[in-house]
């Protein structure tokens, strides 16, 4: 007996009847994977637009096409060097220092940056006047266009930084280099070179940047340049930075969080997906009996499957090609909602490579997650044709095993594409899987312990709305699911910002600074202390700093670790210039790890030192391994005495290196001081009286970094917000797919119950409470696997105590109970507004 | 003529619970082509039973059934199913149209699984045959009983299949609109030389077969003519 004769194309088509006339449902489905598909298109396409942006205007970030840099002043063979490349272009120093402003008594912290030749020699030093840009080179300031503004200043005012004083040739809109973030803490001022020697301001303690700026040739290999001068350079103290290295190093910073947002939308499509799957397997039992007919006459069980099969990935191709579309949209916003925490200006366009990632996904996905309820399609009897007949055989096992396999594989695969990273994924897949079956599980208990302990001496209503809970093809267990996962993101998110933010507060006691003073060269602590304390405000700590370098780490000199290739310990060790303190005692900050502490020493012996754990690890030194610094010239031989965990994230002066009092107090030092203001007001008079007194001394106002802080987190947390509601919409799609699909068994019970004498009111009420309960159940895990998750996330990444906030228990759990409730309640109206013979019948079309 | 359909022995045994029930016990028949054939009894006397069995929809392990020369139980599934989409025509008690597809898409969809050339056309004849042809693009719920019916026994024509089973064709339709259904299938059985197998607990339709078998609790119990 031959095959039967139809092709591919009659099941097109008959997919495409079918589909046709069910189309309500199946428009569901794709607008789950759309807005899966969306979230995912938008991040991805955005993040990728955004590096390739970074990479095509590196040259004008940079300014020039590489950089020598140093900390300080370069010696012979780093000149003999720049000498051999054919000398720098241009060059320049930069340092933090507080500006004056005369006309109006004004003071700021103001990233100094005095330039001189050609620099920039790509990209444009935007200024207002426009001819300022050049006009400065002749004696005269660029001041940042927003301080300007904040302080009303004028074009032709004066500014004075130390003891020069210079007229504001013109405002600076934008200058490579600077970048917005540390912009808004310490803006920039671009003064010529020359002037920078009479500012007084370069001193013992200066933080000061020496730059030197080349051009090269179109041919010239920065990579090679990079590879080979750069090992030189480093074991003088200096640093080379291409171009593209410094696109590279732009373009990671802002890859992490993509990744992330990557994640989020990820979890969106996941959702979406579990919502077809579930929706599917109702749509399938819907068909049960069309099957059965076609496989009477004549249909094999192949051609049964491929019908629903071929609807299935029409559903996910549409999906993947509107999500796209829908996505490109999308990204637009990302500008809007990231202001100027992004780098570069990023055109924005529709990659062939987004267009391919929403396409493939949207087909992907639907097409996994609707194998297995679409796998029933093929142990349909065609004597169910004839009448019912309880199903003999179910889905073999293997199959729905391979089915979940593949799903998890899936999964996994794409999220180390995402991240690149093998134990990531698999944490990240883990993570997901254990919400996913927590959520299950508690679904699936809910639903046996109503049953065990049903209600049956409530009333007639509440009875009947609690059992449709648990009926035949109920829709617990999805739309737990659904919302408990997009509550659980949008929660712990909030959480998570929560942290950071009260991580990053001040405390508010007495005891605590609200601002902090740098730079106090020795001879001037007792002044500064005068005026602090002449203004009404207490000195709370004065920290005395002494710079030194790394000389040789357990005996071994810098430079043979540096050449030893096989060496594990970070070159940031082996060249910074630290800045270290001496003290007694341990502050709130710091605890100790290993070793124990000592409060004073002489320099007779090895001095006993402590070291913070993240020098610990970079160094890869330990209790008592032996360390020596030069010390502005002197070797100090000291030996690890202790390890201790500093809480970095504190806003208060934080030390890798912690000598014991006695030692370093006759070393060239200077120092730092804190102190709390009362207010405002009294914060910028106690400014203004310190910068005209002592103009080197540097003042970081806490409390306005605390507000730049939160307002970056805010900003941050508005693109995160903006993907976690994604979730939220989609599960909102999947909501309604789900009433969508059931509906047919509640008009049915509806209408049969209003025959027998129901009244409209009864039947919502039933529907409303039932919508409540589910909404609620999902909502309320959603947020206690948030509480938990962010309790672990407090625990072991930012290491402090976890108090959650009220927010997400008061606000998003009851809003999103509502939000369930009323589309469960508005969808179902239609049950009681007509007559139940109008209801079944339209029922059985 | 030769035999179309040749049913030796067969019994069918269901499990419920711990116990077995018979619904088929021993049962033998044979129809001829162009034949019109009824199976008659009482509600559960295992009518429906033996019409799924000699249409290939279900199997048994005892006796043996011959369906256009081929031995049913040789065949899997997906084989039975070439089978029936060949040579077999269903009509049923409560229609089963696709509720999906329109009233041409469902004659045609037999025409189209032998991948027949025209099948619209021919459709399209079919429908205007039994009377529907304004009616074609319709949906089943957009029909009366009667005309779905009629929709159903133009598709079960559609193949000119050698045999067709209807299963009590008439049950759910008034007496007039029955009578009516009832004379299109036996002309359509004449015209095309169909063998008709017709289950039924309608005596009066029963008469109007060629020959009958009367099923009691799964035995046969009678045999006219």
């Keep these: ?845 | 003529m030769s035999k179309i359909l040749k049913v030796q022995h067969l019994s069918k045994t269901y499990r419920s619970g711990e116990h077995d029930l018979t619904v088929l016990n021993n049962v033998s028949f044979e129809v001829e082509s162009g034949e019109s054939f009824a199976i008659v009894g009482p509600s559960g006397s295992g009518k429906t039973t033996l019409l799924g069995l000699c249409a290939g929809l279900d199997t048994t392990n005892e006796g043996e059934i011959w369906l256009c020369g081929q031995n049913l139980f040789d065949l899997d599934e997906d084989g039975r199913a070439r089978l029936r989409n060949e040579n077999v025509g269903f009509v049923f008690q409560d229609f089963q149209l696709l509720p999906t597809l329109t009233a041409l898409e469902n004659v045609i969809v037999p025409l189209e699984l032998r991948g027949v050339k025209k099948a619209t056309a021919h459709g399209k004849e079919l429908l205007a045959k039994v009377g529907l042809q304004n009616r074609e693009g319709h949906y089943p719920s957009q029909l009366s009983g009667g005309e779905q019916q009629r929709v159903a026994l133009a598709r079960a024509f559609a193949n000119k299949p050698s045999i067709l089973f209807a299963d009590e064709p008439t049950g759910n339709l008034d007496d007039e609109t029955g009578t009516k259904i009832e004379d299109l299938l036996f002309e359509l059985n004449k015209e095309q030389g169909t063998a008709l197998v017709i289950v039924t607990h309608d005596l009066e339709l029963a008469k109007k077969t060629d020959k009958s078998i009367r099923l009691r609790s799964g035995k046969i119990e009678e045999t006219v003519g």
């Design chain 1, 1 to 845: 007996m031959g095959k039967n004769n139809t092709g591919f194309s009659w099941l097109l088509k008959m997919a495409w009847r079918d589909g046709k006339a069910s189309y309500g449902k199946l428009l569901l489905f794709v607008f789950s994977i759309t807005l899966g598909v969306a979230a995912v298109v938008s991040v991805h396409s955005f993040s990728g637009l955004l590096k390739e942006n970074i990479a095509s205007q590196s040259k004008a970030l940079l300014g020039a096409d590489y950089v020598i840099e140093s900390d300080k002043p370069v010696n012979d063979k780093v000149m003999g060097i720049m000498d051999s490349l054919g000398g720098a272009d241009a060059r320049e120093i930069n340092f933090m220092s507080m500006a004056a402003f005369p006309g109006n008594e004004g003071t700021k912290l103001m990233e100094v940056r005095g330039v001189e030749g050609g620099f920039p020699f790509y990209g444009d030093l935007e200024t207002s006047p426009t001819s300022a840009a050049n006009d400065f080179r002749n004696g005269g300031a660029l001041v940042d266009a927003v301080t300007m503004l904040q302080l009303n200043l004028k074009v032709g005012d004066s500014i004075k930084l130390g003891a020069v004083t210079l007229p504001i040739a013109g405002e600076l809109e934008t200058v490579p280099g600077s970048t917005s973030v540390f912009g808004a803490i310490a803006p920039p001022i671009l003064i010529p070179f020359e002037f920078i020697e009479s500012t007084g301001l370069v001193q013992t303690g200066s933080r000061i940047e020496y730059k030197y700026y080349f051009k090269a040739d179109e041919i010239e290999d920065m990579a090679l340049l990079d590879e080979k001068v750069d090992p030189i350079l480093d074991a003088e103290e200096a640093d080379l930075d291409t171009h593209l290295s410094e696109a590279r190093r732009l373009g990671r910073r802002y890859e992490n969080f993509g990744k992330f947002l990557n994640l989020v939308g990820f979890i969106a499509l996941l959702l979406g997906c579990v919502g077809i799957a579930s929706g599917m397997g109702i749509y399938v039992q819907m068909k049960i009996k069309s099957i059965a007919v076609l496989k009477c006459l004549g249909a094999s069980k192949r051609q049964s499957y491929l019908i629903f099969f071929i609807q299935i990935a029409c559903m996910g191709i549409v999906g993947g090609l509107l999500g796209t579309a829908i996505g490109y949209g999308f990204q637009q916003l990302f500008p809007i909602l990231l202001g100027d925490l992004l780098p570069v200006d990023v055109d924005i366009t529709l990659s062939l490579q987004s267009m391919v990632l929403g396409l493939s996904l949207g087909l992907a996905m639907s097409v996994l997650f609707a194998l297995y309820p679409l796998m029933k399609t093929l142990y349909v009897s065609p004597l169910q044709a004839l009448r019912v007949v309880q199903e003999t055989q179910s889905r073999s096992k293997w199959a729905t095993i391979a089915v979940g396999l593949g799903i998890v594989l899936f999964v996994f695969c794409f999220s180390f594409w995402l991240l690149g990273d093998v134990m990531r994924s698999l944490f990240f897949v883990s993570g997901l899987l254990i919400v996913f079956l927590v959520l299950t599980a508690v679904a699936r208990f809910f639903m046996a312990m109503l049953k065990k302990f049903f209600p049956y001496s409530w009333s007639f209503i509440a009875r009947q709305s609690l059992k449709n809970l648990f009926r035949p093809q109920n829709q617990t267990l999805v739309l737990v699911l659904a919302i408990g996962i997009g509550t659980f993101l949008i929660s712990t998110l909030y959480f998570t910002k929560d942290m950071l933010l009260e991580k990053a507060a001040i405390e508010d006691s007495a005891n605590s600074a609200n601002m902090i003073l740098m730079d106090i060269q020795k001879q001037q602590v007792d002044g500064v202390s005068n005026t602090i304390q002449g203004a009404g405000y207490p000195i709370i700590d004065k920290i005395p700093i002494v710079t030194m370098r790394v000389e040789t780490l357990k005996g071994k000199h810098v430079e043979d670790i540096r050449k030893d290739t096989t060496s594990q310990v970070g070159r940031w060790i082996l060249s910074h210039e630290f800045r270290v303190t001496y003290r007694d005692s341990l502050i709130n900050s710091e605890r100790i790890l290993e070793g124990d502490w000592v409060s004073m020493a002489d320099s007779d012996s090895d001095v006993p030192i402590s070291v913070s754990s993240d020098f610990a690890n970079m160094a890869k030194v330990t209790i008592g391994d032996p360390v020596s610094f030069n010390v502005q010239g002197r070797i100090m031989n000291t030996v690890v005495q202790s390890i201790r965990e500093v809480d970095w994230s504190r806003l208060q002066p934080n030390f890798s290196i912690v000598f014991p009092s006695g030692v370093l107090e006759n070393a060239p030092q200077f120092g730092v001081m804190t102190t709390r203001t009362s207010d405002d007001m009294g914060s910028a008079r106690l400014q203004q009286q310190l910068v005209r007194q002592f103009p080197n001394v540097s003042i970081l106002d806490l409390k306005r970094i605390l507000g730049l802080l939160e307002d970056i987190l805010g900003k941050i947390g508005w693109v995160i917000n903006f993907m976690a509601f994604f979730s939220i919409f989609v599960g909102v799609a999947v909501l309604m797919g789900a009433i969508y699909s059931s509906k047919h068994q509640r008009v049915k019970q509806g209408a049969l119950l209003r025959t027998l004498g129901a009244q409209g009111a009864q039947i919502l009420k039933m529907i409303a409470i039932e919508y409540a309960v589910l909404g609620f159940v999902g909502a309320f895990m959603g947020v206690l696997l948030a509480v938990l998750a962010s309790t672990l996330l407090a625990y072991m990444l930012f290491e402090t105590a976890f108090t959650p906030s009220w927010v997400p228990f008061f606000i998003i759990l009851p809003a999103i109970t509502l939000l369930v409730f009323a589309l469960g309640v508005g969808n179902s109206i239609g049950i009681v507004r007509n007559s139940p013979l109008t209801v079944l019948k339209k029922e059985k079309e």
